[in-house]
T-cell receptor, first 113, second 111 residues
Framework: EAQVTQNPRYLITVTGKKLTVTCSQNMNHEYMSWYRQDPGLGLRQIYYSMNVEVTDKGDVPEGYKVSRKEKRNFPLILESPSPNQTSLYFC????????????FGPGTRLTVL | GENVEQHPSTLSVQEGDSAVIKCTYSDSASNYFPWYKQELGKRPQLIIDIRSNVGEKKDQRIAVTLNKTAKHFSLHITETQPEDSAVYFCAAKAYGQNFVFGPGTRLSVLP
């Protein structure tokens, strides 16, 4: 089944404890991205990747890191999480960077205490 | 950078009526405009999209119109049904750039 998966789905952590949220797609998509969703603010793009080893900042990249060593995986890393990073996170992928349907993962709800 | 505004933030309609949601964008280089539907507790899903070389696109009860000169695009849902109740997001994107989403519209279809 074609899909985007994320893990974990729920995470409660404490300030400063490094964490990684994994994202994987099995559709051979070139474009992958991370969003955070906060009430009243919609979806804001954190980072995106147009292909392997190519990553770019979105609108809210501060406090996050990403890597794209393989086409299928695009992990999101929070080196030192803070309470303002408490949010719902979505990974998404699309076939190309030019503008195609994005397929979203199920979401990861992160709480930073 | 790109900025996308979306109105209204909430919309209530009677079942069977039409619903219209409007978005404006700022970057004239944007050429791809998708609309996503997000049901409560679920992930966003694409319902329709339009590219800048097309003025209108329709898929059954859903249509999107684009006015490049005015930099706005709209989602039209006809004959609304209770299952249309959700949050709808518009977005704009230029090639090689990031997606910028509007803040969302919560649509309630009243029986």
């Amino acid at each position: 089944e074609a899909q985007v998966t994320q893990n974990p789905r729920y995470l409660i952590t404490v300030t400063g404890k490094k964490l990684t949220v994994t994202c994987s797609q099995n559709m051979n998509h070139e474009y992958m991205s991370w969003y955070r969703q906060d009430p009243g603010l919609g979806l804001r793009q954190i980072y995106y990747s147009m292909n392997v080893e190519v990553t770019d900042k979105g609108d809210v990249p501060e406090g996050y890191k990403v890597s794209r060593k393989e086409k299928r995986n695009f992990p999101l890393i929070l080196e030192s999480p803070s309470p303002n990073q408490t949010s719902l996170y979505f990974c998404a992928s699309s076939l190309f960077a030019g503008g195609n349907e994005q397929f979203f993962g199920p979401g990861t709800r992160l709480t930073v205490l | 950078g790109e900025n996308v505004e979306q109105h209204p933030s909430t919309l209530s309609v009677q079942e069977g009526d039409s619903a219209v949601i409007k978005c404006t964008y700022s970057d004239s280089a944007s050429n791809y405009f998708p609309w996503y539907k997000q049901e409560l507790g679920k992930r966003p899903q694409l319902i329709i999209d339009i590219r800048s070389n097309v003025g209108e696109k329709k898929d059954q009860r859903i249509a999107v119109t684009l006015n490049k000169t005015a930099k706005h695009f709209s989602l039209h849902i006809t004959e609304t049904q209770p299952e249309d109740s959700a949050v709808y997001f518009c977005a704009a994107k230029a090639y090689g750039q990031n997606f910028v989403f509007g803040p969302g519209t919560r649509l309630s279809v009243l029986p």
